[in-house]
């Protein structure tokens, strides 16, 4: 991202001035901006990377048929992936668990602590569903012997098992299991190991690449005032308070 090596250079350069900061103005900042070029297709390379991460299937082929820009992995394997998404996200965990393992069976094999969140969203969901004395029969069963072993499990069935001592369980102090984006945490848990087995990085490079942006910045105000980016989602550049 040219402005994060914008802003590292300007560290570099004013490293061994005195105390008092150096005061850049946008047209010099934005000369700085120009000066920087960035190959078209490595910008298309990291959309592409964005979408094939998320599991942005329609929106990759589209982006690949208009720019070119192949993707690293076969398309048809997000499809896959997203299937798992979408049971999760509907509540099927065991559909969702069956999907995983036809994908690769090794990924539950080799991850006891994403396995203990599957069947923890398991329990949510009967809970959910109002089958309280299934619900506690499949804790006793499937989770109790992992939570024996491990202190931290033991910790969230707790906090699971307790939704069900409430009549009224959106408002009871562990509701926020039953929210959507419990549902939303344990497919992006499950999204993650599943890229790795296909040989592709489970997070995408453009958050990083921002989070690199703040760091930067962060780094840069206490040396210097410039035209700082503050809303990322606009990029826009913000005149320095002189």
């Not at 992936?81 to 393992?101: C, F, P, T, W, Y």
Request: proline share 4%.
């Amino acid at each position: 991202m040219s402005l994060s090596w914008i802003i590292l250079g300007q560290l570099d350069s004013i490293e061994s001035m005195s105390t008092s900061k150096k005061v850049i103005t946008r047209d010099e900042w934005e000369r700085k901006l120009k000066g920087v070029k960035i190959r078209k297709e490595d910008m298309n390379k990291l959309v592409m990377n964005f979408l094939v991460t998320e599991g942005y299937v329609e929106a990759a082929e589209k982006f690949r048929i208009e720019s070119g820009t192949e993707p690293d992995i076969d398309l048809a394997t997000i499809t896959d992936r997203m299937a798992v998404k979408k049971a999760l996200q509907s509540g099927n965990v065991q559909d969702a668990i069956e999907k995983v393992n036809d994908l690769n069976p090794m990924i539950l094999d080799t991850n006891p602590q994403l396995y203990f969140h599957l069947q923890q969203q398991r329990l949510i969901e009967l809970i959910r569903s109002g089958k309280v004395e299934e619900a506690l029969e499949f804790a006793q069963e499937e989770l109790a012997p992992r939570g024996e072993e491990n202190q931290s499990f033991l910790e969230e069935l707790e906090r699971t098992v307790a939704l069900s001592a409430f009549e009224d369980v959106k408002n009871c102090p562990y509701g926020e299991l039953l929210d959507a984006s419990q549902r939303l945490k344990t497919a992006s848990e499950v999204n993650a190991p599943i890229l790795t087995s296909q040989s592709h990085e489970k997070d995408p490079k453009l958050p990083s690449l921002l989070k690199m942006l703040v760091w930067a910045q962060n780094q840069l105000d206490e040396k210097a005032v410039y035209p700082r980016i503050n809303d990322l989602s606009t990029a826009s550049l913000e005149d320095p308070a002189i």
